[in-house]
């Protein structure tokens, strides 16, 4: 569709292409070069095909670039397109199907991504346009997904790279600046990849060189690492990652994350295809209500205007009816295009009001799916994003027991999520009782100490425990299970750096809250001082807090030292005595 559209202009380049080789060819003076007479036959036959050819614009494709010119121009009225005219368009250009269509949309988003980045954007507009139309086309026209792996989920698994994405490590996508997973991910003149809003930010402080070489920097122009970011959102993805707002703007780009669709046709498109959607998870069959909340969670997925548009024509209720029902690709599809919605800041009240908190957690204890109770749990962490939110959620007896539950029973995307969501939760103080009598403090131990765990849930484990240790009593909690030395082994085996950030808040607040005893164990382990060197580079949280470790280790020798006394470690008879 889109080189229908430039094809007048395409052939018109290849025509001044043509006139110009052949008024070089022309004026060369053949008989004064010395050159064989093959190549002299040679450029002849050029200059000859030159100038029979007859490029130009193809009547056929004259006649269906109006017909998308005039659908287009309906959708700017805000006029439903004529269908006849969108079929024409459509059998035209060889889309006959969902995945076809599906494919074209695919492409016309590359191509977005791909002009966003440049300093114009003329094509945006247009670009954007047909985005739109092959959306309400593939929502409206197209009323089966012909996808033969079509699983529950709605996805196609690539095997090729879900393989490889196996063996990769986060910290291979954490921006070497603030060491956070890339958003944005840019790559400068020298090579080197940083997350955008961090080297914009090393950049207007004056520093004109590479953080990572040193190597000064000859432009400050950045170019989007697209490739990277699709690696980026793909791992994420297949390890159940939750990203903030912006792997969508543009961390989660997925289509296009702005507030507007790009156009006013592309806005008219997704509202139409909107409001064809709702009305069938009202009043559609079983097999209906599928392909209508399949389609409502691909675009929920895909930009803020298509949640907010789908926010604001009131289908939050309609996916909440539908998350009773007995049918898991229904109910997956509906509580995926929850989270996906959740994303969006208008949502979280609309959910809240509608009684969707206990709607959610009884699909993230009892889902039909495991994937479903892993999108639930995904749900929730987006509503504990909210302060007030946080504290609904904790006055229900059960969430934190069900969050517990996924971390003992899910997958490792589900594990993830549940974890996240639970350390939302104790970001609302009045939680972190509730957590400790649920049992949370066992639970992450055992977990810690699993072996070949997966690297993100160590790391989502231990920010909990962090947050816990904060006050006595979870401090309290953690010694009892024996997690010390757990901690002092995670330390020491791992290559994280955000994994030994959080072992070191944990350790420090274990020194504060659980005295003598703690830090005496902690002097005589002989592996601990080497990652608290590594972390005090830089003028982070993570490297004051190693520096006020290593001063409580340093004061507690000292002391001993000019004593001459050695105590003999007895931590878990004195912690029961206290206790």
Known sequence: MWMLTRSEKVSNQFRAIYRSITVVL??????????????????????????????????????????????????????????????????????????????????????????????????????????????????TVFTTIDIERFTISGETHESTSSHLNKSLNVDDFRCPISLEIMSDPVTLTTGHTYDRSSIEKWFRSGNLTCPKTGEKVNSSNLVSNLCIRSIIKQYCHENGIPVTESVDGNRNRDTTNTDTGGSVAAEAAIK????????????????????????????????????????ESGVVPSLLDLLCVKNPKIQENAIAALLNLSKYSKTKKVLVENGGLELILEVAQNGLRMEARQHAAGTLFYLASVDEYRDIIGKIPRSIPVLMELVLE?????????????????????NHWKALAAGI??????????????????????????????????TMAILSCGALHVILDVVASTSSRAARQHCVTLLLAMCTNGGGDVVRVLVSNSTLMGPLYSLLTGGSRASKKASSLIRILHDFNEKNASSGTRHPIRFQEQFINVW
């Open 410 to 430: 899910g997958t490792n995307r589900c594990k993830k999520n549940a974890l996240v969501a639970i350390f939302g939760l104790l970001m609302y103080p009045e």
């Open 441 to 474: 403090v066992p639970l992450l131990v055992d977990l810690l100490r699993s072996p070949c765990q997966h690297e993100d849930l160590i790391i989502d484990s231990l920010a909990i425990l962090a947050t816990l240790a904060e006050k006595s009593d979870g």
């Open 272 to 311: 139409m295809a909107v409001e064809y959607l709702i009305d069938r998870l009202v009043f559609g069959t079983n097999e209906v209500k599928h392909k209508a909340t399949y389609e409502i969670r691909m675009l929920s997925k895909t930009s803020v205007f298509n949640r907010a548009c789908l926010v």
């Open 26 to 139: 022309d004026v060369l003076p053949l008989d004064s070069i010395h050159v064989s007479v093959e190549l002299k036959e040679l450029m002849g036959l050029v200059k000859n095909q030159a100038l029979s050819s007859k490029l130009g614009f193809r009547p056929e494709d004259q006649r269906v670039l109006e017909h998308l010119t005039s659908i287009l121009d309906q959708l700017e009225h805000e006029m439903v397109p004529d269908r006849n005219n969108l079929k024409r368009v459509l059998d035209y250009l060889g889309i006959s199907s969902w995945t076809e269509c599906n494919k074209e949309i695919k492409f016309l988003d590359s191509e977005i991504g791909s002009e966003r980045s440049t300093t114009k954007k003329s094509d945006l507009g247009i670009l954007s346009s047909l985005m739109g139309l092959m959306i309400y086309s593939r929502c």
